[in-house]
């Protein structure tokens, strides 16, 4: 397993939300670590049956297993690991979550690339506009983690093993193998960072956690074209609630309305004005 020190930095940014978890629907919570959310899938009075969906940013391990431990009781391991993609925030505490749970690690056959140590993402882009975090980019691990022992591939029929009820939608743009995770039962989001809920150039927003609904990150996606056929996609779902990897979880009309904007106006409203 790859410990490797360049992806293991831990990044000086944190965000007024951080350590404040709370529900999204009573079986979905939000646990925020510094500038990105991690999810803990899982109705606490049944213990044994969580699911986490990503691993937080670097050096986040403890904070995980404590909010863990708090909400579904000292060693109930969750029943597996599911990863929207493989960025170093989304995978800053997976190799020592997995091989301390010993658990399965599900992602996308598109992202296995970058969680078995054989190829690393595109250096992040720190001249597209938006502020501070663009600039401050190219501090960014993108080396990648080595999980292969736990490591396995959803399966292709869109069902998430460990999940009954939830199924994944492959939302490509951000990187190759993006998910997001779905409920059609209370269309219950999950987005990963197809989407997010605060526009993650802008440092003073990042920090402030100031709400809006915007396109993935922009220093950090390399394929607007899928990108907008993504979030078109999610929008076509009309989800109730959707939660992201950066950001507030959000509902109702602001939901609906925003997510519309969004893919509507994908061009205007994300994509960098030199890659448009």
């Known amino acids: 397993m790859s410990k490797d020190p360049k992806n293991k930095k831990m990044m000086p940014i944190t965000s007024a939300a951080s350590g404040e978890g709370h529900s999204v629907v009573p079986d979905v919570y939000c646990f925020p670590v510094q500038i990105v959310n991690v999810y803990f899938i899982g ?96 501090m960014y691990p993108t080396e990648p983690v080595d999980i292969s022992n736990h490591v396995q591939t959803l399966p292709a029929d869109g069902t998430i093993p460990p999940l009954p009820g939830w199924e994944w939608i492959h939302t490509p743009g951000h990187t190759p193998g993006h998910i997001s995770l779905y409920r059609p ?47 078109k996609k999610l929008a076509d779902l009309e989800p109730e609630t959707a939660s992201t990897g950066h950001g507030w979880p959000v509902r109702g009309e602001f939901l609906h309305e925003g997510l519309q904007d969004l893919a509507e106006r994908f061009k205007e409203l994300a994509v960098p004005k030199n890659d448009s």
Do not use: C
């Not at 909010?67 to 690991?81: D, L, Q, T, Y």
């Not at 709400?211 to 922009?218: N, V």
């Open 43 to 138: 109705d606490p009075n049944e213990p044994e049956e969580w699911v986490l969906v990503d691993a937080g940013m670097p050096e986040s391990e403890q904070k995980i297993l404590e909010e863990a431990e708090e909400r579904f009781g000292k060693n109930n391991h969750p029943k597996a690991i599911v990863l929207t993609h493989g960025h170093f925030d989304h995978t800053g505490a997976l190799v020592e979550l997995a091989e301390k749970w010993r658990v399965p690690v599900y992602v996308h056959e598109k992202e296995l690339p970058y969680v078995t140590g054989r190829e690393k993402y595109m250096d992040p882009d720190p001249t597209v506009e938006g502020g501070m975090m663009a600039k401050i980019s190219k």
């Open 185 to 231: 039962e209370d269309k219950t989001l999950i987005a990963g960072d197809a989407f997010v809920t605060v526009q993650q150039e802008s440092l003073y927003k990042v920090i402030k956690q100031e709400k809006e609904i915007s396109g993935p990150p922009r220093y950090l996606t390399p394929d607007w074209e899928e990108a907008e056929k993504s979030v």
